[in-house]
């Protein structure tokens, strides 16, 4: 977010704040993140389009504690440039790896580091779901560096960009996509994500 989302919130997103999460890991210190999908900026690619924020009205006076005043602190935090570019590179990334955009989002911080834990809300089964197949999942060095804003390190991934299919990814989606395919529910079973061979699992 670019500022608090709510009066006496901070946030130490990554990368700014990579020192203060190292700082954390170095103590053996969970991290807990809230809002990871940004109010559904990160979970629909659709909402709150670009063209149809305006900034300007960011700080105009509006009633505290009313759903514009709500809506005007969300906007104002997650709706600026680079989490509109940030959002369209990880739904690039979801379509590659068949996954889908919350499930990007929600990869990224617990990618970070071991010490990072999520929690969401979900309205619908199938969202439950998704969000437990994550756990067994990693974005890759490219990605990460992509998504927080760094330039890639060497030349072939500076040239190359997107779009590139994170292979750790793809493989769970792929299981998932093909269990949905055949009338199952369940996310990949236990053996599948060990032979992955995730950071996660180790």
Known sequence: P???????????SAPDNSAE????????VELLCWEVLAKG????????????VDPATFDAP???GTNEWRLQRMQKAYCHSENYRRRNLAVELADTSGCNLAQ???????TRGQHISVIFGSSKATHLEDMMVVQHLNIDEEAMMLLGGVEPKSKDMQKRRYPFMPQLVSKGAKALAAS???GASKSPSPAFATNLNMKRDS
């Open 180 to 182: 949905r395919a055949f």
């Open 62 to 64: 509006v009633e505290r």
């Open 104 to 110: 990007i989002a929600m990869l990224y911080p617990l």
């Open 41 to 52: 900026f990160m979970a629909k690619s659709d909402l709150w389009p670009e063209h149809e």
């Open 21 to 28: 999460i190292d700082w954390y890991q170095d103590r053996g």
């Open 2 to 12: 670019d500022g608090e989302v709510w009066p006496s919130t901070y946030s130490i």
